[in-house]
């Protein structure tokens, strides 16, 4: 969610008289340059000034990480979001949980023919609070048009960069009692996206928890914190890291399963929709692997954070069991847990 | 053109049983993982080693150039090139015409629900080839799949970032007497792609000129030109750049009929469409602005490179006359080249 600060004082994009994107619109003429000029005014910085082919980016000598990802989801708008501030906060979450402090964003726009400009305004103002928010600039880009049919409304590809800041000796050196967090109630995004699509009338209805990580990262570098793997649970939720995880340091994830964080919203529609939560996907919330001795730091440190304020301990790498990924039921038995697969929740991002 | 040396050795993806694409493919689980190593098998480098969410590079201190464009062509194969080589070559030149050395590209696809994998495996392996022509890595990427109709076969983004070695003043310097030259034919690329897209049956076929721009920017560099400004002429063609830059410097640009290098194939094609090979779009031709005093040397160094070997001047800035780009005809009267507007060759790019 954005903060009320973030959205005051954006200046609104401008298409003039133009209610429809046209195929003109994407043709490099003029058309084109007045699109964008419209499209720029509420992200508008110095790297955008003159429209270059590239922005020219002052860096210092160290580690940038380089992070891309399209985004094509439906509905475009729904509790918590819209695919503007997807692109942006998914974007730079992959950058916060690399150790890498969000910076500069470019945005490749497809647009279908007929594609309303006031919806592509709404669409860039959401941009511009959510680049804000994730402390970032937009600082190149690109639009196309494509015929009727040719696309299904607007895709948005953001490329980000970041600057290392906490470099994470990464899942392959998970060891035998490192313990597993999350920041913060899982399930959230994928729901509200579905109930959305498929008008399911929840009340309330589930919200996306759709924010910018960074903050937690940074207290977490701040304090010192060991941490060893970091990965926002996206596509694929919970489960698919600990899977990916489980796979790189070849050893069991464990998870106890009367600590994993569900909101009752989330949790009532999961049972209705015979889905589990594990496999639904977040963009605000993420899966924290640190040593054992550092657990109660980790967890101290991430509660002082807005976005983190309600991490918990969800279980711990064990040794090499039967199944990568494996959930303990109150009666002490084991269940394992699948890896995502087939597509249960597709266009979520 | 690809050369023979860079086509030679590179794996070819591998996408195992599976023929066509599923949404599946797209989800974040397993058969993403499998879609992903088979994909990537022709690019790997070791950056992609564990598929991190983001890629850490290595900068030394001073000035990065950052640039991003969708690819959304239609055919995605024509004589000279595909949507593969094009998503490389275009992000590649965008960062050589700002003067900067391409080094790292993003690349973010969007698959629709049913595409052939072994036409994937092709565009992948193209991709490939280009990358080694363009003297970059493929070092972070993404996929989606999105179902059948929701967009039309594969668009690909792609993010690039290069070294500055050549800082440009710009075209909002360029004065009076400064010098145009163009690096060779203009009008192939998109001539190639809207014969390709219509069977128009032109023999010999128009051929794209796609390729790397680099070596012409390098060697400009080598040789201590001081270029004013360099774009490279896609979407609006020629005529598209030089109106950006008289508006820029508020003078016109003045072009010398006689001089404009056009080959037969690409005139006989426009002559019979009724397009202005100005208007129609280059992928491997840009267009340089040097002082007077540097043209000679500019177009002795220019000749020198491959990719420039038939470099030419075209015209020159003059003072503000009253259409701000005209061309100059054999009689000696003044003909003022229209803007580029409308949409006279939709998704060439």
């Not at 058309?31 to 860096?59: C, H, W, Y």
Request: proline share 7%.
């Amino acid at each position: 969610m954005l903060s009320d600060e973030a959205s005051a004082n954006c200046p609104l994009p401008d298409f003039g008289d133009d209610e429809r994107i046209s195929l003109a619109h994407g043709e490099g003429g003029r058309l084109s340059r007045r699109l964008l000029r419209g499209m720029l005014k509420p992200v508008q910085n110095e790297f955008l000034i003159g429209l270059p082919d590239g922005a020219t980016l002052p860096v210092s000598s160290g580690k940038l990480v380089f992070s891309t990802d399209s985004y094509v989801i439906t509905p475009r708008s729904f509790p918590g979001g819209d695919i503007g501030s997807l692109a942006v906060f998914g974007t730079a979450n992959d950058l916060a949980v690399s150790g890498a402090r969000p910076r500069w964003l470019s945005l490749g726009l497809i647009i279908e023919e007929g594609f309303s400009t006031h919806e592509l305004g709404q669409m860039i103002a959401s941009i511009a609070r959510a680049v804000r928010v994730a402390g970032m600039q937009v600082v190149t880009g690109d639009t196309k048009v494509v015929p009727r049919g040719a696309a299904d409304g607007l895709f948005i590809n953001s490329a980000g960069i970041g600057e290392l800041v906490l470099p994470l000796p990464g899942p392959d050196t998970l060891s035998q009692g490192d313990r597993l967090l999350v920041t913060g109630k899982i399930g959230q995004h994928g729901l509200a996206v579905l109930a959305a699509r498929e008008s399911l009338g929840f009340d309330p209805a589930p919200e996306s928890d759709m924010t910018a990580l960074w903050p937690a990262v940074e207290a977490l570098h701040a304090a010192g914190i060991r941490v060893k793997a970091m990965r926002d649970a996206t596509r694929g939720g919970v489960a698919g890291i600990l899977h990916e995880w489980a796979d790189a340091c070849d050893k069991t994830m464990l998870l106890e399963s009367g600590s994993i964080p569900v909101s009752k919203t989330v949790r009532g529609a999961c049972e209705l929709l015979g889905l589990d939560p594990l496999h639904v996907a977040c963009e605000g919330t993420m899966v924290v692997a640190v040593p054992s001795e550092e657990v109660s730091d980790a967890l101290r440190v991430l509660r002082t954070v807005e976005v983190s304020n309600e991490a918990v301990e969800i279980g711990s790498v064990s040794e090499k069991r039967m199944a990568p990924v494996a959930v303990r039921r109150s009666l002490g038995q084991l269940v394992p847990l699948d890896e995502p697969s087939g597509a249960p929740l597709p266009r979520i991002c």
